[in-house]
């Protein structure tokens, strides 16, 4: 039976999965205004919403609701908290989503994800339940989503995930990238740095539902919402992020990613008897910095070896202290990962983070570490290592030469 559809059709779903349960509760639950004053705006966006307090600013509990013309309508009542750390909740949440996309005739399915990330670590920290979803989850947990949708509404089989937005810390990885590209999502828009909450503001679904057959302009006015957004008020104002990229997930793309990435790392492992040759791959290294620039950044934090993939690889292929066949290699995966960047944006000095500059930003991260400490520092709890890409790429054989 086909569903009901409003009309006219929506342009867009845009689900918002906030996990209020931690210490930015109050100030992330900034993105369900913004979605109300946007839906007000733009009747072609529709917003699903699964919305959990801690309770420390009020009653801890989970609201299900759909925000369109700027109303608010729940969906049953509120419910004891969830654990937002959950894959299945969070299957179930996409599933939902895609649900009330079929019946709003939406062109387009987005997923933003807001808390707490901790890179190729995951994010979504469920403070009450002692969890942290693991990065390679949270990817798996979108595709069942599908799944569920799919299973429950065979006459929509071909809806998918198109984009997910992370209002997340550190989450424009390549590792994520590659982990959301074989979930079958088609973008991700992400900060490589972390970020001040509330973070991307929830203009970012206009940006998306204006420019869904134009990619580059939708790329563009996304991190331009992002980078030119101001929370406070002047002297006491901030803007959210130091840097933002929306990412190209096209599997042909990432295979070439994959491919590149992998044929660089064995080369630098076959490199291991060359004393001089490995001193210089760890002067370049060093000499990109990793993440976490921020004041309070402590030695042991492990996205300090996130470091930015395009300024890491061009250090390298430009270093003619190596041979020709280490710096080409580098060069191609240089040029791979180029070509998942579809917009981005980065500041020369972010003021709150002292001023930091972020102009080799440009671009999604690789976990590259160039000391034992850097290697998984805060592992198992949080573990950069252990996803599909690291494996697929070697770049555990590389890690072993350079850290």
Known sequence: MEPVRRNPPRALEFGIYRDGDNNLDQSQSAVIRQARIVSASDPAIQFTVEDTSSGAFGSAATRRMTIQDGRAELDGEPSLPDDMASPKN?????????????IAGAKQTWIELVDHGAGDGGGLEADSFKEIMPMPQIAQAIAEGVKIHAAAHPEDVNRTVGGVVANQCLMATLGFADALSHAGVKWL????????SPGVPSSVAEAVAKNIADPDAMGAAVVRDVMQQDYGASAFGWKPAAAFDVLDLDPKKRAVVERSVKAFNDTVASRSADGATVASLRDDARSVRGMARFADATPDMPWHADRPALALYAKIAGDHRLDSQLRASAGEAEAAVRALVVAHGESASFEPFGGSDYRDSAGPTVHFPVSARQVDPWAPRITETHNTFFTET??????????
Not at 95 to 100: I, S
Not at 189 to 196: L, R, Y
């Open 394 to 403: 070697d770049a555990s054989a590389a890690e072993r030469v350079l850290a």
């Open 189 to 196: 828009a992400a900060s490589p740095e972390t970020m001040v």
């Open 90 to 102: 969070l299957a179930r949440f996409v599933a939902r989503t895609l649900d009330n996309a079929e």
